[in-house]
């Protein structure tokens, strides 16, 4: 690991119909970054998308093969991400094409959030909720 790699975590991943499109629109109406796409033509093999705050996604084309080691159905996958600006980012992904699921709305936990379908049909869920601290640890 250098200077400039990620410390441990969690990466979710899914497949894709149109991993090129998908990652096009991930990008432009939720605000990942892209940073690794690997692949020829139409074909993902491997994509990195990461997100702002932290962490990511990772993608590649659904592949209709017996031996597939990977398999994912495509529009099964579903996550919630952090943002500090949820009502900006409900107008970028409405604005992009995002179905809306759920409207922007406060909840009784102290969140502000939404969740949207992308073109693939996966669940997207944003809000400002961090999660709870975590518990001290019993292992040494």
């Not at 969740?115 to 019993?138: H, Q």
Request: zero cysteines; hydrophobic letters at 35%; a negative charge.
């Amino acid at each position: 690991m250098n200077d400039t790699t990620p410390a441990p975590q969690v990466w979710p991943t899914l497949r894709a119909r149109d991993a090129r499109a998908l990652i096009a629109f991930l990008v432009e109406a939720f605000g990942f970054e892209e940073t690794a796409v690997y692949g020829e033509g139409d074909r993902v093999d491997h994509a990195q998308l990461s997100w702002p705050h932290g962490g990511g996604i990772m993608l590649g084309s659904v592949r209709d093969t017996p031996d597939d080691k990977w398999n994912l159905t495509p529009g099964s996958f579903g996550a919630y991400a952090v943002t500090d600006d949820p009502d900006a980012l409900f107008a970028r992904a409405t604005a992009a094409g995002a179905r809306v699921v759920q409207e922007l709305h406060d909840t009784d936990y102290g969140s502000r959030e939404f969740a949207v379908r992308d073109p693939e049909d996966n669940l997207w869920s944003f809000g400002t909720y961090r999660g709870e601290p975590r518990k001290p640890s019993t292992t040494g």
